[in-house]
């Protein structure tokens, strides 16, 4: 049973910093590309940030310069890195992992950045 848990979301002041978390199992890990999206209210998902299975990186626009994304492959777990955080950036952010046609969700997790 594949499953993607997402950690580390929560309340921050504009300017802040956070690490979201999503620890992987049930896939091999290293195999995948890893991604995570956000979504928030009334708007539709968006991609964040991409870890592929070869260490290549990619981030959206609007977070590029302020988020890193990585990945630990010994022990099955991505990362995202937030900094300057900014109330824009409020949204449930969700874990993906892709491969070929498998495609896996975490559950999400909340952060809300307050001005």
């Known amino acids: 049973q594949v499953q993607l848990v997402e950690s580390g979301g929560g309340l921050v002041q504009a300017g802040g910093s956070l690490r979201l978390s999503c620890a992987a199992s049930?896939?091999?890990?290293?195999?995948?590309?890893m991604a995570w999206y956000r979504q928030a209210p009334g708007k539709q998902r968006e991609l964040v940030a991409t870890?592929?299975?070869?260490?290549?990186?990619q981030y959206a626009d609007s977070v590029k310069g302020r988020c890193t994304i990585s990945r630990d492959n010994a022990k099955n777990i991505v990362y995202l890195q937030m900094n300057s955080l900014k109330p824009e950036d409020t949204a449930v952010y969700y874990c993906?992992?892709?491969?070929?046609?498998?495609?896996?969700w975490g559950q999400g997790t909340q952060v809300t950045v307050a001005s």
């Open positions: 049930g896939i091999m890990f290293s195999w995948y590309n």
């Open positions: 870890s592929g299975s070869g260490g290549s990186t």
């Open positions: 993906n992992a892709h491969k070929a046609s498998r495609d896996y």
